[in-house]
């Protein structure tokens, strides 16, 4: 879709404009490619923005839109205590790392590539001053440092319930 690039910006845009003053700030790894490539924003799906309305807009071809599991038990439990417009979601490499010549598909992010992210996840804070600073998984954990106040389980490979339960432990 030629117009996808400014769809997904001004998806984030309008995102962190609805959060001016979070409660928190949960972190994760990298966009995948089910969510944030798609959406413009972590932990987030074409779906979440479906169910979200204008003016926040797909920018795949995707019939309905593509889902993510991560992003439905992230923003499962942000429901489920109705915290959704009080936390900000964000990666430490705010971008989707793929494999060579597979959009359509996740890896690791690199070393580099979290260091290029660290300026705008620092940014990020000081610019939002977050009571509370959770990390998703052990990249986003190490690449925050002494910014944690609280780590969760990444809800990939099998997290999912402990995901939740930390989540629900910390937010709730």
């Known amino acids: 879709m030629p117009k996808a690039p400014a769809l997904r910006q001004a998806n984030l845009l309008a995102y962190l404009a609805e959060r001016p003053t979070p409660r928190a700030l949960l972190v994760g ?18 779906r979440q923005l479906a169910d979200w309305g204008a003016p926040f807009a797909a920018s795949s071809l995707h019939p309905g839109g593509w889902t993510e599991s991560s992003a439905t038990i992230i923003h499962g439990v942000l429901d489920e205590f109705e915290l959704e417009r009080q936390v900000v979601l964000w ?15 996740n890896r690791a992010p690199k070393v580099g590539e979290i260091a290029l992210g660290k300026p705008f996840l620092e940014q990020l804070v000081a610019l939002l001053e977050p009571s509370e600073i959770i990390a998703v998984g052990r990249i986003a954990e190490g690449t925050l440092g002494d910014l944690v106040t609280g780590r969760v389980r990444h809800p990939a490979n099998g997290g999912a319930t402990l995901c939740r339960e930390g989540l629900r432990t910390l937010l709730g």
């Open 29 to 46: 790894e990298a966009m995948g490619w089910r969510g944030g490539r798609f959406s413009g924003i972590a932990f987030t799906s074409e």
């Open 91 to 105: 990666n430490t490499v705010p971008f989707h790392p793929h494999p060579h010549g597979k959009p359509l598909g």
